[in-house]
């Protein structure tokens, strides 16, 4: 999520959304949230996807600007120690953006130790109350049965674009709560903790013709190479992975008080620096057994070069992503 001086607008890999999952949504007033007029963060990253406290995690930055990806961009990274009061509606608490986030490094990419309390401080175990105040309740997992260390993300002002704040959401290894001893033994012999999912290949045609080529994520590409496409040109964008991305997953219910499997679902967000796509996200519903999903992107009038990116997210807080640039004649 972003901090544009007093605005925020929350960035987090989770596909809970106000817009639903596999479809897109475009407000109707402003630019779309698909539209790259200016230096944004599209993404966080943790390597591994899941992560039990005290594992070392390597947290990255997707960051995009109207003359493509940047890297070695100067980001401050913090670990968020302030749990979310009930009453506050945003995915992380408000005392996260100061005073409540411990300082780990500034670096363009950072590889740190999650807090040895996440599971205490944002998942099923007993949080530490504040001085003075009522107990704390432990958190709810989401529907995955996830629990979620916020990871902040502080850009520095760069070459007059304004200071931004984004949070990434590391799931947390943490202990079943609630369920019968042999549920947890089970759910223990079961589970496998989340691994990031893997883009395989972003593909397109317009007018029915071959247009993009294998891009592979954190591949750099340069401008030219995936060929051109007429101005306002109707072209439709195709994102694929292998079948084992959608990993399979056991779920505790707290009424039959037994395990039910669970699949992951995936979507893919879009962003470019022109044009306009017919969705801002698509994807697949964790019944749906393909593997691709599919958008329509409507090249600009002006001709030139336009970046272009898609991010995929699993239900489980995984993300990777492919960056493109093609020509506009």
Known sequence: MTLRTSRLVLLVPLLGSLCGFAGGCTPGLGEPPSLVSSWRVLAVRGEPAEAAPGMTVAFTLLVATPAGTVVDEPVQWGFCKSPKPLSENNAVSSECLAEGTEVIAEAPTVTAALPSDSCARFGPDTPPSPPGQPPLR?????????????????????????????????????????????????????????????????????????????????????????????AAAEVVLEASWDAATAESYPVYDSVSRTLEDRREALRVSWFATAGSFAHDRSGRGEDERETTADNTWIAPRASGPVHLWAVLRDSRGGVSWAALVLEVR
Not at 153 to 167: K, N, P, Y
Not at 213 to 226: H, N, Q, T, Y
């Open 138 to 230: 432990p958190r709810d997992p989401d529907v995955t049965g996830g629990y979620y260390q916020p990871v902040r993300a502080l850009l520095q002002a760069v070459d007059g674009a304004a200071e931004q704040v984004s949070f990434g959401l590391e799931r947390i290894r943490c202990n079943l709560a609630g369920a019968p001893i042999e549920v947890v033994q089970e759910f223990r012999r079961r589970y496998q903790p989340n691994q990031n999912p893997a883009l395989l290949d972003v593909r397109g045609s317009a007018a029915g013709g071959p247009l993009l080529s294998l891009v592979r994520e954190g591949e750099a590409v340069a401008p030219g190479r995936l060929g051109s496409v007429p």
